[in-house]
């Protein structure tokens, strides 16, 4: 990944959710990636090269690979 990167945004609301959003710029497949954790254990990542990961924080898990590749998805939702 990208390590160059500037903050647009960043906070957590009252029900204790956190939000990161990071501009890798022009040069990432994703330029705009974020990610959010939730006070009930969950989280979620939208990478700067394309990929998608999102954990349930009860056992499930998925991933999506970068440019439609191969992802795949773990436990039970």
Request: proline share 4%.
């Amino acid at each position: 990944m990208p390590d160059n990167y500037s903050y647009k945004s960043s906070g957590t609301n009252s029900q204790g959710n956190h939000y990161c959003s990071r501009d890798y710029g022009s040069g990432a497949a994703n330029s705009n990636s974020y990610h959010y954790s939730n006070s009930d254990g969950s989280y979620y990542y939208s990478n700067p090269n394309g990929s998608t990961y999102y954990n349930s924080g009860n056992g499930y898990s998925s991933y999506t690979a970068p440019s439609g590749g191969n992802g795949g998805s773990s436990g039970k939702k």
